[in-house]
């Protein structure tokens, strides 16, 4: 079985900085797209940004300029720098993989809270 673990998340004040991160591990052939997902209570889950194996990145238009996504494929791991944080950024941060071993499959992990105060 492979599962996810997010890490990273906590209290911040507007304006600071946090660095999530999201290791896979198990039986993994290849990882494709890697990506974070979030949601506040209330909302509906929303992407925030993918990145491919090849390294090509998507960045919502809300966190564009603001957060980085980053991978090191041999560890499994992406990663989610976020700057100049907002109160709206607050929700749990969800960690997606598109993992293949035996065959192609959706992955989650557990989320991380992030809580940006004002």
């Known amino acids: 079985q492979v599962q996810l673990v997010e890490s990273g998340g906590g209290l911040v004040q507007a304006g600071g900085s946090l660095s999530l991160s999201c290791a896979a591990s198990?039986?993994?052939?290849?990882?494709?797209?890697m990506g974070w997902y979030r949601q506040a209570p209330g909302k509906q889950r929303e992407l925030v940004a993918t990145?491919?194996?090849?390294?090509?990145?998507y960045v919502a238009g809300s966190v564009k300029g603001r957060f980085t996504i980053s991978r090191d494929s041999v560890k499994n791991t992406v990663y989610l720098q976020m700057n100049s944080l907002k109160p709206e950024d607050t929700a749990i941060y969800y960690c997606?993989?598109?993992?293949?071993?035996?065959?192609?499959?959706?992955?989650w992990g557990q989320g991380t809270l992030v809580t940006v105060s004002s």
């Open positions: 990145i491919t194996r090849a390294g090509s990145t």
């Open positions: 997606n993989m598109q993992v293949i071993t035996t065959f192609t499959a959706e992955r």
């Open positions: 198990g039986s993994i052939f290849r990882i494709n797209t």
